[in-house]
């Protein structure tokens, strides 16, 4: 599957945006997808994730209660609706798709086979 990550974009603090991982080939709906982000001189850290039928995700303890992950498998299309942006979610946003995932490895990123290009979210203060 190839994803292409998109909806970044420069907003003030308080602000929302609402990213786009759209998905070729048929068998999207079989792939657990996360959303991962890297901010300059950073790590790669892992946001959320969504299991293949959307009825289970996972967030990051820094942004649950702020961002909701979804997903649409008829479109081949998941999201990531980010609310009450704040400065420090400043970075590039991947997505990222994988088959196979177990709970345990689902935040990590060396779990994924599958990634997009990345779409860069600036949060002005």
């Known amino acids: 599957v190839q994803l292409q990550a998109c909806g970044g974009g420069l907003v003030q603090a308080g602000g929302s945006l609402k990213l786009s991982c759209a998905a070729s080939g048929r068998t999207f709906r079989s792939y657990t997808v996360g959303w991962f982000r890297q901010a300059p001189g950073k790590e790669r850290e892992f946001v959320a994730a969504?299991?293949?039928?959307?009825?289970?995700?996972y967030y990051a303890d820094s942004v649950k209660g702020r961002f909701t992950i979804s997903r649409d498998n008829a479109k081949s299309t998941a999201y990531l609706q980010m609310n009450n942006l704040r400065p420090e979610d400043t970075a590039v946003y991947y997505c990222a798709a994988d088959s196979g995932i177990i709970l345990s490895s689902i935040r990590m990123g060396d779990s994924y086979d599958h990634w997009g290009q990345g779409t860069l979210v600036t949060v002005s203060s």
């Open positions: 969504i299991r293949s039928s959307g009825g289970v995700s």
